[in-house]
């Protein structure tokens, strides 16, 4: 920004490498400062000599050099559809400082899916996306112990999932007491994933499934998965959504996504998944 001392002003935007250029400005005294995420950069002159005897034309390129010392970090982030590995744009991003208070809220570029926000130093933050339609990751990042002087940006991939009418997604991290219906809240943190969804998407209705392993009984794992798929829809009760939009479903061992002759596979066919309604 360059300011004469009766206040015209020019304004121009730096290019990748940190310059700006004036190419048509008459000589004056110029008063020259730049501001970037909200920071004030160092000031700079430029008077009317510096121009030289040309009169109002300039014959010489004139330079000023400021600095710019923002504490902050950057968090340079990409919205990426999960399944297609591709960029999702006009995201809207909520990062939500968890130690120092705060939210800061962008959007991702509509072409490339990108967005950047600064970030306290010493301090974690949770970072989650939301766009009509989509069922977002909740991601958790921490500025904390990183210096400074060695470290200027924090990057990070954001996973969002288009959740359309029919479609079924897996819930991974739904976890229960082993052989139980409780759930264990504090390690199920697709839980708050699936909440939030729901917040952001108020008319959608979801079906929650329940699926288990080929252990025991049909019957018993019948009645274990309908009750565990009860159990998700409470607890997205107990945290305000409408019960009318949520029907818990239990399938037993009848929708296998792997084999159960491997302890690997036996834990994916023990899983929760959701399928929108509407």
């Known amino acids: 920004m360059l300011k004469t001392t009766d206040g015209i002003m020019f304004n121009a935007t730096t290019h990748a490498d940190g310059?700006?250029?004036?190419?048509?400005?008459?000589?004056?005294?110029?008063?020259?400062g730049g501001r970037l995420n909200n920071i004030d950069a160092t000031t700079a002159v430029i008077s009317k000599s510096d121009f030289g005897e040309a009169g109002n034309k300039q014959t010489a390129v004139l330079k000023a050099v400021l600095t710019h010392n923002?504490?902050?970090?950057?968090?340079?982030?990409?919205?990426?559809d999960k399944n297609a590995a591709k960029p999702v744009g006009n995201t809207e991003v909520t990062i939500?400082?968890?130690?120092?208070?705060g939210t800061?809220?962008?959007?991702?570029?509509?072409?490339?899916?990108?967005?950047?926000?600064?970030?306290?130093?010493?301090?974690?933050?949770?970072?989650?996306?939301?766009?009509?339609?989509f069922i977002s990751n909740i991601e958790k990042i921490s500025t904390k112990g990183i210096s400074r002087s060695a470290t200027l940006y924090v990057k990070?991939?954001?996973?969002?999932?288009?959740?359309?009418?029919?479609?079924?997604?897996?819930?991974?991290n739904i976890y229960f007491e082993t052989g139980k219906i409780s759930l264990n809240a504090s390690s199920s943190t697709d839980l708050e994933k699936l909440l939030q969804f729901l917040k952001d998407n108020p008319a959608t209705?979801?079906?929650?499934?329940?699926?288990?392993?080929?252990?025991g009984s049909v019957a018993l794992n019948i009645k274990l998965s309908s009750q565990r798929a009860t159990s998700v829809v409470n607890y997205l009760v107990s945290k305000g959504i409408n019960k009318v939009r949520l029907l818990a479903k239990g399938f037993g061992p009848s929708v296998q996504v792997a084999l159960n002759n491997t302890k690997e596979g036996r834990?994916?066919?023990?899983?929760v998944e959701m399928k929108v309604l509407q």
Do not use: C, M, W
């Open 19 to 32: 310059t700006a250029v004036f190419n048509t400005i008459q000589a004056n005294d110029y008063a020259i």
């Open 70 to 80: 923002d504490p902050r970090f950057t968090l340079v982030g990409n919205t990426i």
């Open 205 to 215: 209705a979801l079906e929650i499934q329940g699926h288990t392993d080929n252990i």
């Open 96 to 101: 939500t400082n968890i130690s120092q208070g």
């Open 267 to 271: 834990a994916k066919n023990r899983r």
């Open 104 to 133: 800061a809220i962008t959007s991702s570029d509509v072409a490339s899916g990108a967005f950047h926000v600064q970030l306290q130093s010493a301090s974690e933050f949770v970072i989650v996306g939301k766009k009509a339609g």
């Open 156 to 172: 990070l991939q954001l996973d969002i999932e288009e959740a359309r009418a029919g479609k079924q997604i897996v819930l991974n």
